[in-house]
C-alpha cells in the first residue's frame, strides 16, 4: 500500500488524483491533504479518503472544519507551515506536488529534503528554483515523477534507454485556443475566450499560460531541469490534436513518441504507481480513426511569452523566477479583468527588463527575488493605468 500527500488535492490535478486512489483502493491510501480554499471539495474528500492530517490555506477555514468534522480524527493545520507539515507527513511514501504558481515551491522543496518521492505537476517550483531542487534530488538519490504529460511522456520513453544517446527532446504543444490567430485578433481577446482550452480542462492559471503559450516556456525549463539538457536540444511543436504528448530522438535517429487521448490521468496514474503500470480509466486511443497528426513552428512573434521564457532560460540564473512570478501577477490581473490578453507579455518582459540578474543559492535567495518581480509587476501593471 503506497501512501500519498497531496498539495492541492481540489485543484484540477487534485481531482483526478483522487480519482485514480479511489480506483485502487487496494494499492493507494490517501494519509495527508492541503488544499486551499475549497471547503466544499475539501469536506468531501475528507468524508471519502479519511487521512490524517489535513491543512488549508487560512486559519478561519481550518476552525470551520474542525466544526464540521467534530468526531474526525484528522488534525486539521493551516498556512505555510500546515502545507509543508502535509508535505513531510512521516507516513507518506509518495508526496503529489499540485499545488499552482510559486506557492508549490516550499512544501515540495521540504518533501525533497526530507527524502520523499516526489510527483510533481508543480512546474512552476522547478522554473524558480531548479537548481535547488535537483540538488536535494541527487542528494537523496532519487528522481522527480513528472506529472506534466510532456515530461512525463519524456519520461517514458526515455525509460530503459541510455541518457547519453538522447539527442533531441521534441515538446508537443496544442497551441491553446489562438495559434490560428493572427497578432492583430489577440488583442480584443477576452477571459472568458481564454478561458475555453480545445484539448485540456484544466485550472484557470494554467488555461491562460496554455493560451499565451507561457506555459510551453515554463515546460521548456522545466524539461532543462528534468533531463539534464540545454534548451537548444529542445524543440517546441504545436501539434493541436494533443495526442503526441512529446518525443524523443536519439543519437541514432530513433524517435519515440508517447501517444495517448488528452486526460491527465495516464500520466498522474503512471508517476503514482512507478515503476509499474496500472488501470488509468483513460479511454483508449483508436489510432485509426484519427485523421491527421499535425506540427507546426509556434511564431514567437505573436507568442511572445514563450520567447521572453526562451530568454529566461538562457540568460539563467534569477530570470526564470522573474518570468514566473511576473506572469503569475500578470495572469490574475489578466482573469480579474484589469489588463488585456497582450499586456501578459508586455508585463512579463518590462519586469524581466528592470531585473539585475543574481545566483540564487538558497530558498531565501528565490523567495526574494519572487517577491520582488512581483512588486514590480504590480508597478508595471499599475503605472500603465491598470490598478
Ligand atoms: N491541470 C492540468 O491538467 C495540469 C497539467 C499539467 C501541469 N499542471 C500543473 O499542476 C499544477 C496545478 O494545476 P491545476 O490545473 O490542478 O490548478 P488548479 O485547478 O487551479 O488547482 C490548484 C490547487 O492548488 C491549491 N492552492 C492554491 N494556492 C494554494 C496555497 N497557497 N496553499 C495551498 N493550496 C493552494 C488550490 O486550492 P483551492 O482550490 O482549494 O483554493 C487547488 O487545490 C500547476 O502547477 C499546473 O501548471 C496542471
Redesign the pocket.
Known amino acids: 500500500m503506497k501512501k500519498i500527500a497531496l498539495?492541492?488535492?481540489?485543484?484540477?490535478?487534485?481531482?483526478?488524483t483522487m480519482d485514480i486512489v479511489a480506483r485502487h483502493p487496494d494499492q493507494f491510501k490517501v494519509t495527508a491533504l492541503?488544499?486551499?480554499?475549497?471547503?466544499e471539495?475539501?469536506s468531501q474528500q475528507i468524508k471519502l479518503f479519511k487521512p490524517s492530517l489535513v491543512?488549508?490555506?487560512q486559519q478561519e477555514d481550518a476552525q470551520k472544519l474542525r466544526q464540521q468534522f467534530p468526531a474526525m480524527p484528522a488534525e486539521i493545520v493551516y498556512g505555510?507551515e500546515g502545507?509543508v507539515a502535509v508535505a513531510c507527513h512521516p507516513d507518506a511514501d509518495l508526496v503529489i506536488s499540485?499545488?499552482?504558481?510559486a506557492?508549490?515551491l516550499r512544501p515540495t522543496l521540504a518533501a525533497l529534503k526530507e527524502g520523499k518521492n516526489v510527483a510533481l505537476?508543480?512546474?512552476?517550483s522547478l522554473v524558480i528554483a531548479g537548481k535547488i531542487m535537483t540538488d536535494e534530488v541527487r542528494r537523496h538519490d532519487k528522481v522527480i515523477l513528472p506529472?506534466?504529460?510532456e515530461h512525463n511522456a519524456i519520461f517514458q520513453v526515455l525509460r530503459g534507454n541510455e541518457r547519453d544517446a538522447l539527442k533531441r527532446i521534441l515538446l508537443t504543444a496544442s497551441g491553446g485556443p489562438f495559434f490560428k490567430r493572427s497578432l492583430d485578433e489577440l488583442r480584443g481577446i477576452s477571459v472568458e475566450e481564454a478561458l475555453k482550452h480545445p484539448n485540456?480542462?484544466?485550472?484557470?492559471?494554467?488555461?491562460i499560460?496554455s493560451a499565451t503559450m507561457m506555459?510551453k516556456g515554463?515546460e521548456v525549463i522545466e524539461a532543462t531541469w528534468l533531463f539534464g539538457v540545454g534548451a537548444d536540444q529542445i524543440d517546441v511543436h504545436i501539434h493541436p490534436q494533443s495526442i503526441v504528448h512529446s518525443m524523443v530522438e536519439f543519437i541514432d535517429g530513433s524517435i519515440l513518441a508517447q501517444l495517448g487521448v488528452p486526460d491527465?490521468r495516464c500520466?498522474i496514474s503512471y508517476a503514482m504507481a512507478y515503476p509499474q503500470r496500472i488501470e488509468s480509466g483513460v479511454e483508449s486511443l483508436n489510432l485509426f480513426e484519427v485523421e491527421s497528426l499535425n506540427f507546426y513552428k509556434p511564431d514567437l512573434k505573436k507568442f511572445r511569452c514563450l520567447y521572453l521564457a526562451m530568454e529566461a532560460v538562457r540568460v539563467g540564473a534569477s530570470m526564470p523566477a522573474v518570468l514566473n512570478a511576473a506572469n503569475e501577477i500578470a495572469v490574475a490581473a489578466f482573469l480579474e479583468k484589469k489588463i488585456g490578453f497582450l499586456d501578459i507579455a508586455v508585463v512579463v518582459e518590462e519586469a524581466m527588463l528592470a531585473h539585475p540578474i543574481k545566483d540564487l543559492i538558497t530558498l531565501d535567495d528565490v523567495l526574494e527575488v519572487d517577491g520582488w518581480a512581483r512588486r514590480q509587476a504590480q508597478d508595471i501593471i499599475q503605472k500603465r493605468g491598470h490598478s
Do not use: F, P, Q, Y
Not at 492541503?34 to 471547503?39: E, M, Q, S, T
Not at 499540485?98 to 504558481?101: K, L, R, T
Open positions: 498539495l492541492g488535492s481540489t485543484g484540477s490535478i487534485g481531482k483526478s492541503a488544499a486551499g480554499r475549497n471547503l471539495i475539501l491543512s488549508v490555506h505555510d502545507v499540485a499545488i499552482v504558481g506557492a508549490g505537476a508543480n512546474k512552476e506529472i506534466d504529460s485540456w480542462d484544466m485550472g484557470a492559471k494554467i488555461t499560460d506555459n515554463l491527465m500520466a
